[in-house]
């Protein structure tokens, strides 16, 4: 088993920036890739980036140039850094090894 969990969410003004944490435990050796999800108010959950075990990364066209994953192995910890942050990436944010745990999730409030 997998656990997962989230952290870092909150409120932020249009163009700041927000960085969320992913913390992995348990069967960690089974983990190939952690991706990042989000879930808007009344919308389905969307991919936004991911990690492989390798470090190869991918984006969410919307979020390329703004956002950065990242992976430290020593901590279990996949990072998110969200950066020049818009109203539309209001949502709660969520972990994943490739679909299979999930974490609880984070919310990320962006105002305008």
């Known amino acids: 088993q997998v656990q997962l969990v989230e952290s870092g969410g909150g409120l932020v003004q249009a163009g700041g920036s927000l960085r969320l944490s992913c913390v992995a435990s348990g069967n960690i050796r089974s983990i190939n890739a952690i991706l990042w999800y989000h879930q808007g108010p009344g919308k389905q959950r969307e991919f936004v980036a991911t990690i492989t075990s390798s470090g190869g990364t991918n984006y969410r066209s919307s979020v390329k140039g703004r956002f950065t994953i990242s992976r430290d192995n020593a901590k279990n910890t996949v990072s998110l850094q969200m950066n020049s942050l818009k109203v539309e990436d209001t949502a709660v944010y969520y972990c994943?090894?490739?679909?299979?745990?999930w974490g609880q999730g984070t919310q990320v409030t962006v105002s305008s």
């Open positions: 994943s090894d490739s679909g299979i745990h």
